[in-house]
Nanobody, 121 residues
Framework: QLQASGGGLVQAGGSLRLSCAASGRIFSGYVMSWFRQAPGKQRELVATVTSGGMIDYGRSVEDRFIISRDNARNTMDLQMNSLQPEDTAVYYC?????????????????WGQGTLVTVSS
């Protein structure tokens, strides 16, 4: 019900754009987020956007990444700029029925399959 795409290999300083497509019932009224998980690390919030358009970012990406959602197309994107090797991870889109930010991955009901982002130095 969530389909993530757009990962790949990029050199440090480069950019990638991730996209997440949601089925119709999983969008309106749902908070949508990007999480990432690097090997040996916990899953962490990257960016989140409510159905009303409120946005928040993880501290490590807030000056480099831009999240957006298109409620008409049921899609969410993550524009990642100035990528660094420490951004290497599997990125997941997630959805939860909430009008507010949800920062813990345990609160999310729906997950995409994950897309790998690798940043080489």
């Amino acid at each position: 019900q969530l389909q993530a795409s757009g990962g790949g290999l990029v050199q440090a300083g480069g950019s990638l754009r991730l996209s997440c497509a949601a089925s119709g019932r999983i969008f309106s009224g749902y908070v949508m987020s990007w999480f990432r998980q690097a090997p040996g690390k916990q899953r962490e919030l990257v960016a989140t956007v409510t159905s009303g358009g409120m946005i928040d970012y993880g501290r490590s990406v807030e000056d480099r990444f831009i999240i957006s959602r298109d409620n008409a197309r049921n899609t969410m994107d993550l524009q990642m700029n100035s990528l660094q090797p420490e951004d290497t991870a599997v990125y997941y889109c997630a959805a939860a029925r909430s009008s507010r930010f949800l920062y813990s991955p345990t609160l999310y009901e729906f997950w995409g399959q994950g897309t790998l982002v690798t940043v080489s130095s």
